[in-house]
């Protein structure tokens, strides 16, 4: 019940995939159509360059898709906006809107906040505070509200990095974050010292993002891959479990398919698609192994 598919296309048959999954898995199981921009520029020759390709994601039980879809790592980006100008032994924090929309609002969400400049203000024109006068009050006491460094700003919520557990997923996901066909490319050349070994590779960040978001680490959860051509989705649950003493297992599919005989990856010894993938795996752990 805790199972999540992600499923890779492009423009081509992305809106086919969508109504066939929803056939096969059940609109109410669908999460989010992610979109991954694979490269930096468009190809030339065409018309529109398309740059990204789309992340078809379906829980298995839509009930409660956060048991299958968990947060995300905080960026460094994201990290580095946590500071800790008044000094609270608590650590770095991030101060967030203290106020709420009007028409979900309660009386209680409607009153006087005296600053510590001494101006007593109400909400914003059209807004209510986010919180009742109860809570504002517990959170004042703990240190947990912030009025600007004069004492003089609207009232904001104290949120601290330490007891951050990660944030929302996006549904925009940049190579600056999950890397490019690019990188892709780079990290099978480091492996087999062959450049076009594999047409179009996903690099091991992305698979890195999908493991984070979907598949708990405290767990001997199974990751699936059952097209696993360049075998990145492998490599990525081995990089993972090192990184944070996960223990993930993997299985990888691929058939058998005969390669080109003028392919780079025939001219380097092999003969299907699925020889890469195993040779790959091997490279991966003989690297790590010796690395660590």
Not at 178 to 199: C, K, Q, R
Not at 202 to 230: A, C, M, N, W, Y
């Amino acid at each position: 019940d805790d199972g999540v598919i992600f499923i890779s296309i492009d423009d081509n048959e992305a809106a086919n995939l969508k109504l066939l999954c929803d056939e096969i898995f059940g609109m109410e199981n669908f999460v989010a159509q992610i979109i991954w921009k694979k490269k930096s520029s468009p190809d030339a020759r065409s018309t529109i360059g398309a740059v990204h390709d789309y992340l078809l994601c379906y829980v298995k039980n839509a009930a409660n898709p956060k048991e299958a879809i968990g947060k995300m790592d905080l960026s460094d980006k994201r990290k580095a906006s946590f500071t800790n100008p008044d000094g609270d032994p608590r650590g770095p924090w991030a101060s967030v809107d203290m106020t709420g929309m009007t028409g979900r609002a309660t009386k209680d969400q409607y009153f006087y906040v005296k600053l510590p400049s001494g101006r007593v203000i109400s909400p914003p024109a059209g807004r209510s505070w986010g919180l009742v006068e109860r809570t504002f009050i517990e959170l004042l006491a703990d240190n947990r509200i912030w009025f600007g460094a004069s004492g003089d700003n609207v009232p904001r919520i104290k949120r601290f990095l330490s007891e951050v557990e990660g944030q929302t997923v996006p549904t925009y996901w940049g190579f600056d974050e999950v890397g490019s066909n690019e990188d892709a490319s780079e990290e099978l050349l480091s492996l087999f010292g062959t450049p076009g070994i594999f047409d179009n590779p996903k690099p091991t960040e992305l698979i890195k993002r999908l493991l984070e978001i979907g598949v708990k680490k405290s767990e001997s959860q199974i990751v699936l891959d059952f097209f696993s051509g360049s075998a990145t989705t492998a490599h990525a649950v081995i990089k993972k479990n090192i990184e944070d003493n996960g223990n993930r297992q993997s299985i990888s599919v691929q058939m058998p398919e005969i390669l080109d005989e003028d392919s780079e990856a025939y001219k380097a010894g092999y003969r299907t698609i699925a020889d890469i993938t195993r040779a790959r795996i091997d490279k991966v752990i003989a690297k790590l192994k010796t690395e660590h």
